[in-house]
Nanobody, 124 residues
Framework: QVQLVESGGGLVQTGGSLRLSCVAS????????MGWFRQAPGKEREFVAA????????TYAESVTGRFTISRDNAKNTVDLQMNSLEPEDTAVYYC?????????????????WGQGTQVIVSS
């Protein structure tokens, strides 16, 4: 059984930073691209960032480019999301996902396993 468990969410002030982590079990994620998505109240789930299987390629949503950084440690079966210069608009539940492919992709249906999410709240 594949499980993805996120951690690191919390409450932070505008301009602050958080680092989200995702640990995978039941699947060696080194063979797959990984991604982070988020969903704010009343909104659809949206793409945040993705990283290829070896970590050589990353892609970001325009809204987070320059502020967020996705990284992975295949030896530890983990993927992280460093979030800097946080804004109230970043408030959402953040989800880690494992893709059914090796290359980066921003489409949710290309991801076959999802975590339960971690809440991020940015206060103004």
């Amino acid at each position: 059984q594949v499980q993805l468990v996120e951690s690191g969410g919390g409450l932070v002030q505008t301009g602050g930073s958080l680092r989200l982590s995702c640990v995978a079990s039941g699947r060696t994620i080194s063979s797959y691209a990984m991604g982070w998505f988020r969903q704010a109240p009343g909104k659809e789930r949206e793409f945040v960032a993705a990283i290829s299987w070896m970590g050589s390629t990353t892609t970001y949503a325009e809204s987070v480019t320059g502020r967020f950084t996705i990284s992975r440690d295949n030896a530890k079966n983990t993927v992280d999301l460093q979030m800097n210069s946080l804004e109230p608009e970043d408030t959402a539940v953040y989800y880690c996902a494992s893709a059914a492919r090796r290359t980066v992709v921003a489409v949710p249906r290309q991801y076959d396993y999802w975590g339960q999410g971690t809440q991020v709240i940015v206060s103004s």
